[in-house]
């Protein structure tokens, strides 16, 4: 019964990533709740069917692929320190290639901010979060979640490429070309870095928090 619940979850989250998104349900939602209505619901949707998929792997019977060690709580904590960085240098940014860019007409590949380093820093965030999460959960409902995860990151920027390039034609490789090439790095020349590090930091620590809250397990050892 549990590897059922666990199957239920996984499809209604693989689901929730591809049918609200797709036309035409996501013109219609758009057109009701607005841009911005359409990220944040999409958004608070997407988390609480993670937090449900997680812990219904959780709940899953456990099938070990390698032992647990004490020294496998140390890699999510360090990756997450990265991890929540990239999220905060990302989050509400102008990013012409790929999904989640905000102001996007606005984007100046002379100043690229983190694009400069990937152009799927979301992504990027993703796949780092859950390769990280595998190490210390050597099962094999937690290692379908987080390798999914992963995978779908990794497959997810190709995709993404291979549509903004069919979108943008050649303005696609040029503002690459330049934004890789700019001769500044952008922590010098963006004021809001320091205040988007301390909002990195801050999301670092709301994460230690709430992690028992919304998946019953302590992150620290």
Same mark, same amino acid.
């Given at each position: 019964m549990e590897w059922f619940a666990f199957a239920l979850a996984y499809v209604v989250f693989l689901l929730s990533h591809s049918l609200p998104v797709?036309?035409?349900?996501?013109?219609?939602?758009?057109a009701r709740l607005g841009a911005s209505g359409f990220?944040?619901?999409y958004s608070t949707f997407s988390l609480a069917v993670l937090a449900w998929l997680i812990a219904a +792997?959780?709940?899953?019977?456990?099938v070990t692929l390698w032992d647990w060690a004490p020294w496998q709580v140390h890699v999510p904590l360090t990756v997450m320190g990265p991890v929540c960085l990239i999220l905060a240098l990302s989050i509400g940014r102008p990013n012409p290639f790929s999904f989640g860019g +905000?102001?996007?007409?606005q984007f100046d590949p002379a100043q690229p901010g983190i694009v400069r380093w990937?152009?799927?820093?979301?992504?990027l965030a993703l796949a780092l979060w859950a390769a990280a999460h595998v190490v210390p959960n050597g099962d094999l409902a937690h290692v379908i979640v987080f390798g999914t995860f992963a995978g779908f990151a990794v497959l997810g920027g190709r995709?993404?490429?291979r549509r903004k390039r069919r979108e943008m034609g050649a303005e696609w490789q040029r503002l690459r070309l330049v934004a890789k090439s700019a001769p500044i790095p952008f922590w010098r020349r963006s004021g809001t870095v320091? +205040?988007?590090?301390v909002a990195g930091a801050i999301l670092y620590a709301a994460f230690l928090w709430v992690h028992p809250v919304l998946f019953g397990v302590s992150p620290l050892p």
């Open positions: 797709r036309p035409p349900l996501r013109p219609w939602i758009q990220t944040l619901a +792997a959780g709940r899953a019977p456990h +905000a102001r996007n007409e990937s152009r799927h820093p979301l992504l995709l993404i490429d320091p +205040a988007r590090a």
